[in-house]
């Protein structure tokens, strides 16, 4: 199941990734439903958890002003509208979980944001996500609304983002 969960945050990170770029190039008409019911179609022989993949794309969607808040002042360097639409989708679904999944680990989706990062982000993606939510993770555990965990990944400051793209 593991495997299928990894899979299933590929499918919610492209559909994220696409309504952030239809709604940066102005486009009113995108209808997230049918965008996700494409991508999951896609994958139809191997994903059986597709609620766990609306789940997370309805999420983040309703909670992205909270999320988005949440993570500029953990890279104040890097405003979060300058950091490349995949690094915001995979910071913004790795919040997500952090706070509202109390099913998967901390540890696991850290290291799962990294992998999306390390996969379909820029050569220093990985080490930037890494260490936004490990910040994250921290602020969260301080608050004292931490989900019961092993390890966690490193909140060291985070290396510098790829650009986005023009």
Avoid: C
Wanted: no cysteine.
């Amino acid at each position: 199941m593991a495997s299928n969960r990894h899979l299933g945050r590929i499918v919610a990170l492209q559909t994220l990734y696409e309504l952030d770029f239809r709604r940066e190039a102005g486009d009113t008409s995108f209808d997230l439903g049918l965008v996700l019911k494409r991508n999951i179609s896609r994958y139809e022989s191997t994903v059986d958890d597709v609620f766990f993949i609306e789940q997370l794309v309805r999420g983040v969607t309703q909670r992205e002003t909270e999320l988005d808040e949440e993570l500029r002042p953990l890279a104040p360097e890097w405003p979060l509208e300058q950091i490349a639409r995949m690094d915001r989708a995979v910071l913004r679904i790795g919040l997500y979980e952090l706070k509202y999944e109390d099913d998967v680990p901390p540890k696991v989706v850290i290291n799962e944001a990294v992998e999306l990062a390390k996969a379909f982000g820029g050569d220093n993606s990985s080490k930037f996500i890494n260490g936004v939510l490990g910040t994250a993770l921290k602020k969260i555990e301080a608050a004292g609304d931490a989900k019961p965990q092993g390890d966690i990944a490193d909140g060291d400051t985070p290396a510098k983002p790829e650009a986005k793209a023009a």
